[in-house]
């Protein structure tokens, strides 16, 4: 693995910089300081895109020279907001970012670890390049785009409309009809991928309807919703294409995504009217699940975060569905600048989320999908102590729905 091998060529402990020569590395501004012991070693590690929201792949963490890397530690420790590492970039210890004064398109994310972690980066460095997209999907795109944004409507309004224009305003589906409505949409959104996905994703779903065919319309549609979360998970463009679509609430997209949106968005939560279900969840399991979401947030974001830390009536949703993990060294490899750890009650929320478990394409994930449009409150925002990353905590809220129940 490259990254062992580059760690191997730095040396912490003898860094040689002349002391004489002109640095053209200085500081911009102060952040709140944090404590932090003078025996521990850090390294500066930068990731090989130079796009922040070019995120298809996983990238390589490449750590930065030994003077660079001295500078950036002694600047973060003094409490420095931002810094120059060069003429033309500097790193912001806040977004976590490597940023140039003459590219604004340069975002090269930059993360802080300890030297005796490089072992496990590597273990968890060690996963498919899919996944790294699931779990690192870019909720923001820009700051017109606030987490804020609708919040007085608990659900998303992409499925909502989508769901008023197919039906009519009947609010009634039949699978007759959105079976061939998914299909028409998938294979013309699939028209500029490579052949083979979108053929077998197609190939998928006739498979789904040819094995249901003759059983009633609840289980046949029980079955629709199972194959098309299960595909959520399938190693091709669809996730990417519907969560974009969902993120943007790209009005464009409503036709050809709005079937599949609407079937994935209706399975989960779904066992939530299933009474020996609810029992068996109940006796077995503690009241409320942890989950984690390793993101990026630009400044406004975090700022809105610290702001809404104790208003009851402040609330936030994000727009595409959420992929989180309840593996919290897993989350964290994904995480740029913010670390969401997420605190779900197991019963009230069970129409907000659901757990791939065994309906995935990858059965060893601990996967926990959150619906879109659901709504979180900021219960506090903290700074960790060795990766600067802000740990925003929240709680996620219950449907009007679920509190009727």
């Keep these: 693995m490259l990254i062992r091998r580059k760690f191997s060529q730095l040396n912490l402990d003898q860094p040689k910089i002349n002391m004489n020569t002109t640095s053209s590395i200085r500081l911009m501004s102060v952040r709140s300081l944090l404590q932090q012991s003078i025996e521990t070693k850090f390294i500066w590690l930068f990731q090989s895109n130079t796009k922040l929201l070019d995120r298809i792949q996983c990238y390589e963490w490449i750590p930065y020279s030994d003077e660079i890397l001295l500078s950036l530690e002694n600047a973060f420790k003094k409490g420095a907001g931002k810094i120059f590492i060069d003429e033309f970039h500097h790193i912001d210890f806040i977004e976590l970012l490597e940023l140039s004064i003459n590219d604004p398109a340069h975002q090269r994310p930059v993360r ?3 030297m005796n972690e490089s072992s496990e980066i590597e273990r968890r460095l060690n996963v498919d390049s899919f996944r790294c997209d699931r779990l690192s999907f870019p909720l923001f795109v820009n700051l017109q785009q606030s987490t804020c944004v609708d919040t007085a409507y608990h659900g998303s309004k992409f499925v909502r409309d989508w769901l008023l224009k197919f039906t009519n305003g009947k609010l009634e589906v039949k699978y007759d009809h959105i079976f061939p409505a998914l299909i028409e949409g998938l294979i013309f959104e699939g028209r500029n991928e490579p052949r083979n996905a ?20 609840h289980k046949i549609m029980k079955n629709l ?95 595409p569905f959420v992929s989180t993990s309840t593996d919290r060294l897993v989350a964290e490899l994904f995480a740029l600048n913010v670390l969401y750890i997420i605190a779900i009650k197991r019963y009230s929320s069970m129409d907000q989320y659901t757990d791939l478990e065994k309906n995935t394409y ?35 809220i219950p449907s009007y729905i679920s509190i009727l129940r």
């Design 112 to 114: 802080r670890c300890l």
């Design 198 to 217: 979108a053929d077998e994703i197609i190939r998928v779903l006739n498979s789904s309807k040819d094995e249901f065919l003759k059983t009633d319309e």
């Design 225 to 319: 919703q199972d194959c098309c979360i299960k595909l959520y998970t399938k190693q091709c463009f669809l996730f990417r294409l519907v969560n974009t679509a969902l993120r943007d609430d790209d009005r464009t997209k409503l036709d050809t995504l709005g079937p599949y949106c609407y079937l994935v968005y209706s399975c989960i939560g779904r066992p939530m009217n299933n009474r020996r279900f609810l029992q068996k969840l109940n006796g077995n399991k503690s009241k409320t699940m942890t989950v984690y979401r390793g993101d990026y947030a630009p400044r406004k974001i975090i700022e809105e975060y610290r702001q809404a830390v104790g208003q009851k009536d402040k609330y936030f949703k994000w727009l």
């Design 362 to 396: 990858f059965e060893t994930e601990q996967e926990i999908i959150l619906k879109p449009g659901t709504r979180f409150q900021v219960i506090s925002v903290d700074i960790d102590d060795i990766s600067g990353r802000q740990v925003v905590h929240i709680k996620m």
